[in-house]
C-alpha cells in the first residue's frame, strides 16, 4: 500500500521550532521529488518546501525562506520539514507529497508535480 504518513504537528508558541516528518512506505522514495504543501483555513494549498530525489537540490517559497530547511534520508523513507522561528501565519495543515520516479524540476513547487500526497498535520502557531 503507496502511503505517506506525516507527524510531527502541533500546538507552539510563536518563535518555537517544530521538526515534521513523512515517512513513506509502498513506493520507490528514493527516486521521487518530495515536498512539503501547507493549507491554512480558508486558503489555497501552497507549497512550501521541495527536495529532488538525489537530494541534491532544495527548494523554499519566498515567504519560509531562511526559517525553513527540508532535509531527506533515503535509507529511512524519511522526509524532514525543520521549521524555525514559527509564526502565527505558519498555522496550517502540512502535507507530504511524493513525485512520480525520476522526476525532473520543472513542475517542483507546483502540486502538480505530485501524485502521492499524506494526509496532513496540524501546525497551530499561537502569538
Known amino acids: 500500500q503507496v502511503q505517506l504518513v506525516e507527524s510531527g504537528g502541533g500546538l507552539v508558541q510563536a518563535g518555537d521550532s517544530l521538526r515534521l516528518s513523512c515517512v513513506a512506505s509502498?513506493?520507490?522514495?528514493?527516486?521521487?521529488?518530495m515536498a512539503w504543501f501547507r493549507q491554512a483555513p480558508g486558503k489555497e494549498r501552497e507549497f512550501v518546501a521541495a527536495?529532488?530525489?538525489?537530494?541534491?537540490?532544495?527548494y523554499y517559497a519566498d515567504s519560509v525562506q531562511g526559517r525553513i530547511t527540508i532535509s531527506r534520508d533515503n535509507a529511512k523513507n524519511t522526509v524532514h520539514l525543520q521549521i524555525n522561528s514559527l509564526k502565527p501565519e505558519d498555522t496550517a495543515v502540512y502535507y507530504c507529497?511524493?513525485?512520480?520516479?525520476?522526476?525532473?524540476?520543472?513542475?517542483?513547487?507546483?502540486?502538480?508535480?505530485?501524485?502521492?500526497w499524506g494526509q496532513g498535520t496540524q501546525v497551530t502557531v499561537s502569538s
Open positions: 507529497a511524493a513525485s512520480p520516479p525520476f522526476s525532473s524540476s520543472t513542475f517542483i513547487t507546483s502540486a502538480n508535480g505530485y501524485t502521492i
Open positions: 509502498g513506493l520507490t522514495f528514493s527516486r521521487r521529488n
Open positions: 527536495i529532488t530525489w538525489s537530494g541534491s537540490s532544495t
